[in-house]
């Protein structure tokens, strides 16, 4: 049987299939661009923010934590530039009504549209990416809000409340994990561009002179990052922006790219924002956010450095690199090759029959106790149950058979090498903390 490579259907069917991801609201035909995280997906999820946290925490430079809210004041939106810049150029096919991205490298606006054969294209328009609210009762300008694009805002418009309430010394980050929105005119492959998303982004503080250092430190640590995370280092490099790509608001921008199916495409942006931000939020609320330099005896406004990831585009990567497919007796298995620090399970306890439910649950039940991410599973064959666990990523089986109750040994199964061994009972926890060390 001949074992084929990873493709984009293949990602989706097996998420439906293992409850990592469904549409939204799939029942009632979905949401497009919106994505439900099922028990294997929400587990996966907290995993990466985990991760992302203890490393961006992890080095010399203080890093503190913020939780900012996601409905932001069009005065927020003004002084950071997004609502004058944050808009893609849009074009309707008269013909069939479907909108397209102008930009896109489909669409061809001298030919006819892709979706109906008929050219009949309107003007190219540029389209506000921003989901626009009101707050309260009242539905007229005052109360206009909008839902962030970024979470990144909510840190410039909090740096002289951290920095005060928090005694930290630049340079220093402030790292924040939370949901963004864009109403994105073609939402793309999966939860590659969605209209709703997470963020994980770390706004590093510094002054201007060290900017350029924090930088390449920056894109060099969260490069090791993503290949710590078991990433195939080959598949992974940092491109420079070139000067037209720039964002409004950057200096200096590297994407972090993974070599997905479909091409290099942007994993992670790092960006060198100058004094941008913290300058626009000074000018647009009238509020001092320079910080004083003991040394020179000056005020100064600090730079930014930002290294900016989607939760759920580092998920797609996860899951598409550790993708397998291999010939296990004349069958095509399908494994998901996580690192253990990722992988939503840890270890599957199964027992070889259902006479030794009870005492392989006792051995499950106190792993999970301790804490362990485990399953239990004693319905279906053997051979079932070791590929539903290597379809979900999980590394190590401990099969509970009749040798056990003899000699108090369970196999351990690798999930990647198919090796079998016995090791004592009160040998698997150490087992396990060596896998997760
Ligand atoms: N604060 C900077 C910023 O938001 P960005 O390049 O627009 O920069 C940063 O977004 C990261 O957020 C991207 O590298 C990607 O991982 C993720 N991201 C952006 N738009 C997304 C979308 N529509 N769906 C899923 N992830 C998205």
Redesign the pocket.
């Known amino acids: 049987m001949s074992v084929q490579s990873v493709t984009l259907e293949k990602i989706v069917a097996l998420c439906k299939r293992r409850g990592f991801v469904f549409q939204s609201a799939e029942i009632y035909d979905g949401i497009n661009g919106v994505y439900d995280f099922g028990p294997l997906g929400a587990q996966l999820k907290q995993m990466i923010k985990a991760a992302w946290t203890k490393n961006v925490t992890s080095f010399a430079e203080d890093v503190v934590l913020l939780d900012g809210s996601i409905l932001g004041s069009a005065q927020v939106w003004k002084a950071s530039g997004h609502l004058d810049n944050f808009s893609d150029p849009l074009v309707d096919c008269l013909n069939c009504k479907k909108r397209f991205r102008a930009d896109d490298p489909d669409i061809n606006l001298d030919k006819a549209c892709p979706s109906c054969g008929v050219k009949n294209w309107t003007g190219v328009r540029q389209f506000q990416l921003m989901f626009q609210t009101n707050l309260g009762a009242l539905s007229d300008a005052a109360s206009v809000a909008y839902l962030r694009?970024?979470?990144?805002q909510a840190v410039f418009v909090n740096f002289k409340n951290v920095m005060t309430s928090s005694r930290v010394k630049i340079p220093f980050g402030i790292a924040q994990i939370g949901k963004?929105f864009?109403n994105?005119i073609t939402?793309k492959q999966f939860?590659?561009?969605?209209?709703e998303?997470e963020?994980m982004?770390l706004e590093f503080f510094c002054k201007g002179e060290q900017a350029s250092s924090f930088f390449d430190l920056w894109c060099e640590r969260r490069k090791q990052f993503f290949i710590n995370l078991g990433i195939t280092p080959e598949k992974l490099r940092l491109r420079p922006h070139a000067a037209d790509e720039l964002?409004h608001y950057s200096k200096a921008c590297f994407?972090v790219e993974y070599e997905f199916p479909f091409g290099w495409k942007?994993?992670?942006?790092i960006?060198n924002r100058g004094d941008f931000d913290l300058s626009q939020h000074s000018k647009f609320s009238g509020k001092e956010l320079s910080v004083f330099d003991e040394a020179t005896r000056t005020s100064y406004v600090p730079h930014v450095v930002?290294c900016?990831?989607?939760v759920?585009?580092?998920f797609l990567t996860l899951l598409f690199d550790a993708y397998y497919e291999d010939n296990v007796e004349g069958e095509v298995r399908t494994v998901l090759r996580f690192s253990p620090k990722i992988a939503p399970v840890t270890a599957a306890v199964l027992p070889l029959t259902n006479k030794l439910t009870e005492q392989a649950e006792n051995l499950y039940l106190d792993l999970k106790a301790k804490g362990y991410r485990l399953q239990f599973d004693a319905s279906g064959s053997i051979g079932k149950r070791y590929r539903r666990q290597d379809e979900i990523g999980t590394p190590v089986c401990f099969t509970y058979d009749f040798q056990t109750l003899e000699d108090g040994t369970v196999t351990a199964r690798n999930r990647d090498t198919l090796v079998q061994e016995r090791i004592a009972l009160d040998q698997v926890e150490g087992y396990l903390q060596r896998l997760l060390a």
Request: proline letters at 7%; aromatic letters at 6%.
């Open positions: 694009p970024e979470t990144a963004a864009r994105e939402p939860l590659f561009r969605m209209r998303f963020q982004e964002a994407d942007e994993l992670e942006g960006a930002e900016s990831v989607g759920d585009r580092l």
